[in-house]
T-cell receptor
Framework: AQSVTQLDSHVSVSEGTPVLLRCNYSSSYSPSLFWYVQHPNKGLQLLLKYTSAATLVKGINGFEAEFKKSETSFHLTKPSAHMSDAAEYFCVEGAGNMLTFGGGTRLMVKP | GAVVSQHPSWVICKSGTSVKIECRSLDFQATTMFWYRQFPKQSLMLMATSNEGSKATYEQGVEKDKFLINHASLTLSTLTVTSAHPEDSSFYIC???????????FGPGTRLTVT
């Protein structure tokens, strides 16, 4: 069975500093991986996706993620955090119609 | 592109009544739609998967007679919570996927409160 582990349940950064949200997946084959963001009482918005093309994936709002097969990781980064980035982030693995969600990381951005 | 809407965004109903939630893909044809439930501070739990024109496939532990799903067209799926009870109170989120697509696009969610 697939599993996705988000290594930090909470991450706190200051505005203007880099963001790193960590994610490890378990699949032994080449997975489809996604990062979604959820603001309070809202649905999930797709930030970026990896589907076996370039290993460095650029997404919306300045986010990017790097697929590292040797480390089974797909960490999400952003060079400079903005207050509006405060939200819940989900790392998700897809296989056909099935999505496996990580537990989520709450990003807090301090002024 | 790839916008999914849900209606209503929030609903309060009395125990024992039924409530219907609509999920629409606004700018693409959704061959497959999904219904999730999310409890506070938790991740999403898949309830069921539906393909247009077919019966929904429910996840283990989800009562199909309580959570009625209809995927009548390529742009509309509905979830009806029948004989609602306070424990059905939750945030319900739908998502939609186009033919051959990898990603699912999520609706904004519906907050259901059963009193």
């Amino acid at each position: 069975a697939q599993s996705v582990t988000q290594l930090d349940s909470h991450v706190s950064v200051s505005e203007g500093t880099p963001v790193l949200l960590r994610c490890n997946y378990s699949s032994s084959y080449s997975p489809s991986l996604f990062w979604y963001v959820q603001h309070p009482n809202k649905g999930l918005q797709l930030l970026l996706k990896y589907t076996s093309a370039a290993t460095l994936v650029k997404g919306i709002n300045g986010f990017e993620a790097e697929f590292k097969k040797s480390e089974t990781s797909f960490h999400l980064t952003k060079p400079s955090a903005h207050m509006s980035d405060a939200a819940e982030y989900f790392c998700v693995e897809g296989a056909g119609n099935m999505l496996t969600f990580g537990g989520g990381t709450r990003l807090m951005v301090k002024p | 592109g790839a916008v999914v809407s849900q209606h209503p965004s929030w609903v309060i109903c009395k125990s024992g009544t039924s409530v219907k939630i609509e999920c629409r893909s606004l700018d693409f044809q959704a061959t497959t739609m999904f219904w999730y439930r999310q409890f506070p501070k938790q991740s999403l739990m898949l309830m069921a998967t539906s393909n247009e024109g077919s019966k929904a496939t429910y996840e283990q532990g989800v009562e199909k007679d309580k959570f009625l799903i209809n995927h009548a067209s390529l742009t509309l799926s509905t979830l009806t919570v029948t004989s609602a009870h306070p424990e059905d109170s939750s945030f319900y989120i739908c998502s939609a996927k186009g033919q051959g697509a990898y990603e699912q696009y999520f609706g904004p969610g519906t907050r259901l409160t059963v009193t």
